[in-house]
């Protein structure tokens, strides 16, 4: 059975209704540094992945799995994702996402 | 001088040639877990922002300055930002990345 290569991008945010101390923080920062015009500073993770299944379907619910039992914390945060479905090529290059600016 | 809102999504990623110990226990963790496809993990930083600038081009260079002192550690991490204008009405609410998926 031929698998299919995926990579995934998954973000994972705290609930608004979540204190966020570590985005208080880079918000004060900011302002000692003169930012003054920034507000509601987030901080969360970026995770990217590869991934191998038969469709889109598994893959999906395969991550979705990935998400609720390792990467967040359903108590507190909410995760979201973004799935490619990528050649072996690819697989083995580097993401562009991770490429420079 | 009327002032624009904007909200920023950026995204901080280790550079590719810098090891990614958190990248590598998350990995083993997910194929502890029998999700033994995956691979190629990378964490990295989410980070979700406003700020108000008189036109885009201002906006962009304040988030590239922002970045490059704060957010991301120019000798290890690569960043990249989306920029969108929003209503002063979007600007008191609740971010549409923060709500649930």
Chains 1, 2 share one sequence.
């Not at 994972?12 to 920034?38: I, N």
């Amino acid at each position: 059975m031929a698998r299919q290569d995926y990579r995934a991008r998954v973000y994972v945010t705290l609930r608004p209704s979540v204190l966020d101390p570590a985005g208080a923080a880079v918000e004060s920062g900011l302002h000692g540094l003169g930012y003054d015009s920034v507000s509601s500073v987030r901080i969360g993770k970026y995770v990217e992945l590869q991934l191998q299944a038969k469709d889109d379907v598994t893959a999906r619910s395969q991550l979705d799995q990935i998400c609720d039992r390792l990467l967040a914390n359903p108590a507190i945060e909410n995760y979201r994702f973004e799935l490619d479905a990528i050649t072996p090529a690819d697989a083995e290059g580097e993401s562009p996402a991770l490429s420079p600016r």
